[in-house]
């Protein structure tokens, strides 16, 4: 798998180019810094005096760079999938070492930091129900009307387990569970398969 970068991110990736290999090693430190700590604008500013080059071209180069080693994580690109990924900005293979070497050397901790950013969802833990029908009254006579009580239970990493109490008439749980079958089917298919193998 490779990744498509945009018009903007191959013009500032092709800059590259133009600078020397212990210029794009420091790029990479200050996108990796970018990564686990947000945006520094001191830097920018620090590396556009000392290199002559606009701040702005800076801050742009290492979004480009960010967003390169960010979304390789994303997907746990291998070593020729990254290479295929800037075989059309036709870099250097020194500049090739040095990207792939900052990628390769920090991948997981740049997708332990992505994850932080991931909401954190609740995940089932178990399921408990109960039919209760109420036979007749006064006013209806010998009308059945069940109802089915559900006690959900989720859980959010090691955190202590949720209980959720719903109530629900037959008709709604049914159209429920042909939801859910619909779309356990759907995952089942060849191309979500492909999807989640390279997300995780």
């Given at each position: 798998?490779?990744?498509?970068l ?16 212990e ?12 990564i686990k ?12 005096q000392?290199l ?20 390789s994580?994303r997907?746990?690109l291998?070593e020729?999938?990254f ?19 900052s990628?390769?050397?920090n ?5 332990n930091t992505l ?28 009308s ?15 955190d202590?387990?949720?209980e ?5 008439d037959?008709n709604?749980l ?6 859910l079958?619909?779309a356990?089917?759907e ?6 398969r492909?999807i ?5």
């Amino acid at each position: 798998m490779i990744i498509e970068l945009d018009n903007t991110h191959k013009q500032d990736l092709s800059s590259l180019r133009s600078l020397s290999v212990e210029v794009i090693n420091e790029f990479c430190k200050i996108a990796l810094e970018f990564i686990k700590k947000g945006s520094n604008k001191k830097l920018y500013i620090g590396a556009s005096q000392k290199l002559n080059i606009a701040a702005d071209k800076i801050e742009s180069l290492v979004d480009s760079i960010t967003y390169l080693f960010s979304e390789s994580s994303r997907f746990m690109l291998n070593e020729n999938d990254f290479n295929d990924t800037l075989a059309p900005i036709k870099l250097s293979d020194e500049i090739l070492e040095v990207l792939r070497e900052s990628y390769f050397d920090n991948r997981k901790e740049i997708r332990n930091t992505l994850q932080e950013f991931y909401p954190h969802l609740d995940h089932y833990q178990n399921l408990e129900w109960r039919l209760d029908t109420q036979i007749a009254n006064r006013s209806l006579g010998s009308s059945i009307n069940p109802i089915y009580l559900l006690k959900l239970i989720t859980k959010c990493g090691s955190d202590k387990p949720i209980e959720h109490l719903l109530q629900t008439d037959p008709n709604n749980l049914k159209h429920l569970c042909n939801e859910l079958e619909s779309a356990l089917n759907e995952i089942r298919t060849y191309e979500n398969r492909l999807i989640i193998r390279n997300i995780k």
